[in-house]
């Protein structure tokens, strides 16, 4: 736990290094100094052109599905953005509803793993290695779940059950709680980025679908209690958001993995269900 820490903190100090060389940036220092309206202009087409330049480059090296994986993967983290928009004139939701949309999210993305990451896993097992299918998909299964078991004991966080009433106050918490929600963001979009790879734009769409609407109240579920603590009502969006932007990443190394390697797929099938 300690080493995690400090881990956490020696990032946390390189990224606010960084972030103070790019405000001392004389290009940034003259951007920011133009009116509002030029410079918001100049960001939006720097982040266009960037976003070109990455999907140009995995079009040149992939193709399209990698593309579309990525993007559909993008779009299933920006869900939580989504979600997190009632933040911005709700300060609370009672917690029937809560757990009722929980639940529903939850049997969504129950149903998309078994029918678009082990029913085809097990397809594909088979024609790989026939008669074995099963016992491919079930090891990915293990390590995926033990990759999650992993993580959730090696990074310090705290699960939406332990943010009761007595204690949603406490801002460690609050944080140890968003930390939890990114954590388990990363092999989700890792799912969705394998389904795509499976070449099945199909079943790719479903899952991409039912991760996006599961992050949605997971991202009302991370800017509620930052409001609560006197966040800014959009900075919490933003940071809600952020959490699902962990996504994109894991849909981009599963993607790209079982469409260079192909008899990866029924393994990365198994693991991404098992996470």
Known sequence: MSTSVSLMRHCQRILDNQYCRMKANATVQRIQNLPPCKRYSIWLGLFLAAQG????????????????????????GLATGLGALPALWLKEISNTLFNGLLGAAAG???????????????????????????????MG???????????????????FDALSEENLNSLKKVWLFIIAITIHNF???MSVGVSFGSGDLKNGFVLASAIGLQNIPEGLAVA????????????????????????????????????????????????????
């Open 53 to 76: 330049l990455i999907f140009g480059l995995l079009y040149l090296f992939f193709g399209w599905v990698v593309v579309i994986g990525f993007l559909a993967s993008i779009l299933a």
């Open 108 to 138: 969504v993305m129950l149903a998309a793993t078994a029918f678009s990451l082990l029913v085809p896993g097990l397809h594909y097992g088979n024609a790989l290695w026939a008669g074995k299918g099963v016992y491919i998909v079930s």
């Open 141 to 159: 299964m293990m390590l995926g779940a033990f990759f999650l078991h992993y993580s959730d004991k090696q990074l310090p966080h705290v699960h």
């Open 187 to 189: 092999p989700e979009g």
């Open 224 to 275: 509620l209690p930052l409001v609560g603590l006197g966040y800014n009502k959009w900075k919490a969006v933003g940071i809600a958001t952020l959490t699902g932007l962990v996504e994109p990443l894991g849909g981009l190394l599963g993607v790209t993995m079982v469409s260079v390697f192909e008899p990866v797929l029924p393994i990365a099938m198994g693991f991404a269900a098992g996470a």
